[in-house]
């Protein structure tokens, strides 16, 4: 559960994340009146999410309650606050020390992995997997580049599970991050029985330069002990929505500046710091 924050200087470059932070909380400044009135309890530290978003994963996990959660990607703690409250332990990755310093005396519950999730995440499986005891909550929400959303959910697909896993999978509506969903080897692990991209489709925004970018959407599978006895179908139920927004997107055969400013605007999102932006060769 939260505790009282612990008091932490910053330096010039950790201020620039704390800017950040604010400038998340100000577009979202509804969400404490939206929580305080449903009901929700220590979910307003600054979300990644929208508000739909938010609502989801809370509604998974009130139901699921799982004995350890697995979170790719901390950033500044939104989904971590109802990951803590619903999990009887979390463990929780980023590359960005900043996160995990920023964060310092919240949860009680909550361990931190500071490192490449490609390096961290078979370790934190490898142990989750020996020490199961109960469900298994994992969320993919780190690199946002096709090859590093690919990367993690393959690790995660080396988890044998005991009992019932849960795997929801951030940005499925953004076309890279989508991507990487699809191409994952979902089929080679039998205990999957179920995948669904659009378990919750994301949105158009203009935010950020290139306007029109597609961003949200969560997605989600489920491993059971039984392996499965059918052919896995991996569900794409909002594609046409999918499909009609992309093509009004800024994402839609994209010059190469177009994509440079899309990964600069997906670095801005989740850790701010500089990129070199070069022309092709």
Request: with cysteine.
């Amino acid at each position: 559960m939260p505790t009282q924050s612990l008091s932490i200087e910053f330096n010039d470059s950790e201020a620039q994340f704390l800017n950040y932070v604010q400038s998340v909380n100000d577009i979202c400044r509804d969400w404490p009146f939206i929580s305080s009135v449903v009901k929700l309890e220590n979910a307003n530290l600054s979300w990644q999410m929208e508000y739909y978003e938010r609502l989801s994963l809370i509604a998974v996990l009130q139901n699921f309650r799982p004995s350890v959660s697995i979170e790719i990607g901390t950033y500044s703690g939104g989904s971590l606050s109802v990951l803590s409250q619903y999990s009887q332990r979390v463990l929780s990755l980023d590359k960005n020390p900043l996160s995990s310093k920023y964060l310092a005396g919240h949860f009680s519950n909550v361990t931190y992995v500071v490192g490449d999730s490609k390096l961290e995440l078979p370790r934190v499986l490898q142990q989750v997997e020996r020490d199961q005891d109960g469900r298994t909550f994992v969320l993919v929400d780190g690199d946002h580049s096709q090859s590093g959303v690919l990367a993690d959910i393959n690790n995660v697909l080396q988890f044998n599970p005991r009992y019932p896993t849960i795997i929801m999978m951030h940005d499925s509506f953004n076309p890279e991050c989508r991507a990487g969903m699809l191409r994952a080897r979902w089929s080679e692990n039998p205990y999957v029985h179920l995948v669904e991209i659009d378990f919750q489709h994301g949105s158009l925004f203009n935010r950020s330069n290139p306007l029109r970018q597609m961003w949200g959407g969560l997605a989600l599978a489920i491993l059971l002990p039984e392996k499965r006895m059918d052919m896995l179908t991996v569900s794409r139920r909002h594609d046409l929505l999918y499909q009609t927004v992309l093509a009004e997107s800024c994402h839609k055969t994209p010059s190469w500046i177009s994509k440079r400013l899309i990964r600069l605007g997906r670095t801005v999102r989740h850790l701010p710091v500089a990129l070199n932006i070069r022309s092709p060769q």
